[in-house]
T-cell receptor, first 114, second 112 residues
Framework: EAGVTQFPSHSVIEKGQTVTLRCDPI?????LYWYRRVMGKEIKFLLH????????ESGMPNNRFLAERTGGTYSTLKVQPAELEDSGVYFC????????????FGPGTRLTVT | AQSVTQLGSHVSVSEGALVLLRCNYS??????LFWYVQYPNQGLQLLLK??????LVKGINGFEAEFKKSETSFHLTKPSAHMSDAAEYFC??????????FGTGTSLTVIP
């Protein structure tokens, strides 16, 4: 069974540019989560999808971040325009329906904004 | 409010020595507790979890952790460190919602 995959693994962009991160959850997992780790700090929750619906987006830092999950399969997280403080590692996780405590994480996307 | 504190951002142990990584949490409701490990260039891998029941939980690679409610702790231990244990370890708590709250991580170095 394939795990959670994320693309790209690394991205370096300039301040003001746009970047889109992609996450493919484990097949059949209804729940999909985005987290972010800024260097040296804790991994912080960004948002949670149940299928295609946003269940909880309380962790999204501001309106420069837009997450979508069309069709309830893969998800994208767009940052537009990127700022220096957006640099960090963005993790995606997924879990089966009814098992939100059983989250499987992807390898992360390392975003560097220069 | 929920939070997780991992004491020691860097821990070094000799190969064969006891590994002890500390985690304390705060939670207003009975928590679910987790330890994840991240090896270089890899994703977070679940080591073990506590949900309910037995407070001493065993995980993969010989790790175990004990939930101590009175101390609000969930320390991770392994009797004998191996070189392959070198990685970053994260403690996390999940309370009433679906969010995980993570600590800042502990980087474990194993000295040969």
């Amino acid at each position: 069974e394939a795990g959670v995959t994320q693309f790209p693994s690394h991205s370096v962009i300039e301040k003001g540019q746009t970047v889109t991160l992609r996450c493919d959850p484990i097949s059949g997992h209804d729940n999909l989560y985005w987290y972010r780790r800024v260097m040296g700090k804790e991994i912080k929750f960004l948002l949670h999808f149940v299928k295609e619906s946003k269940q909880d987006e309380s962790g999204m830092p501001n309106n420069r971040f837009l997450a979508e999950r069309t069709g309830g399969t893969y998800s994208t997280l767009k940052v537009q325009p990127a700022e220096l403080e957006d640099s960090g590692v963005y993790f995606c996780a997924s879990s089966p329906a009814g098992k939100a405590y059983e989250q499987y994480f992807g390898p992360g996307t390392r975003l560097t904004v220069t | 409010a929920q939070s997780v504190t991992q004491l020691g951002s860097h821990v070094s142990v000799s190969e064969g020595a006891l590994v002890l990584l500390r985690c304390n949490y705060s939670s207003s409701v009975p928590p679910y507790l987790f330890w994840y490990v991240q090896y270089p260039n890899q994703g977070l891998q679940l080591l073990l979890k506590y949900t309910t029941g037995a407070t001493l939980v065993k995980g993969i690679n010989g790790f175990e952790a004990e939930f101590k409610k009175s101390e609000t702790s969930f320390h991770l231990t392994k009797p004998s460190a191996h070189m392959s244990d070198a990685a970053e370890y994260f403690c996390a708590v999940r309370t009433s919602g679906n969010q995980f709250y993570f600590g800042t991580g502990t980087s474990l170095t194993v000295i040969p």
